[in-house]
């Protein structure tokens, strides 16, 4: 629970309590408001979050260290109502965290498609993917998350080889 999400759950409250000492409907209205307000955003979300699809292109199995990789991702909800972002949690070969996040904004019922770049710095074997899916509303009350139904690719970061000059062979060697 966020403090945007309490501050709201105390002013609901509020409302309550106010309509329930003056008997006005004015306030018991603005409480029923924010009531069905909080349950359409975790209604969007849960659904966003239910019907995202994630495909990624792009992933070889071999590279070479220092090499960066351009993968293609295309992301797609169904929710009848936007949500305010979709975060993608990708774990990927980094020099600073196995993990990192990209954050996309996809309108219901239209593709995302953005490119983004895999840096391999260390050699070794690591799995690439996205491994978790994050799904916020507009109001930024509710955040709900779940793993991710994407199988991650297995990739290894071989050593570069430097390029040498061919060697010239004389006759007389």
């Known amino acids: 629970m966020n403090a945007r999400l309490t501050a709201y759950i105390i002013m609901a409250l509020a409302l309550l309590a106010c309509g329930l000492s003056t008997g006005a409907r004015a306030y018991y209205l603005a409480a029923l ?39 293609i991702f295309t992301v797609r909800h169904a929710s009848l109502l936007p949500v305010s972002a979709i975060r993608l949690r990708l774990s990927v070969p980094s020099a600073f965290s196995a993990y990192q996040e990209v954050s996309v904004s996809a309108m219901p019922f239209s593709k995302k498609v953005f490119r983004y770049r895999i840096n391999c710095p260390h050699r070794g074997i690591y799995e690439a993917g996205v491994t978790h899916i994050e799904a916020q509303d507009l109001f930024g009350l509710v955040t709900l998350s779940r793993r991710a139904d994407m199988r991650l690719v297995r990739m290894e970061v071989s050593p570069k080889v430097p390029r040498d000059l061919p060697m010239e062979l004389k006759s007389v060697d």
């Open 33 to 71: 408001a924010l009531i069905i307000l909080l349950a359409l955003s975790v209604t969007a979300t849960a659904w966003a979050l239910l019907t995202v699809k994630v495909d990624m292109k792009g992933i070889r199995s071999r590279v070479e260290r220092g090499e960066a990789l351009m993968t």
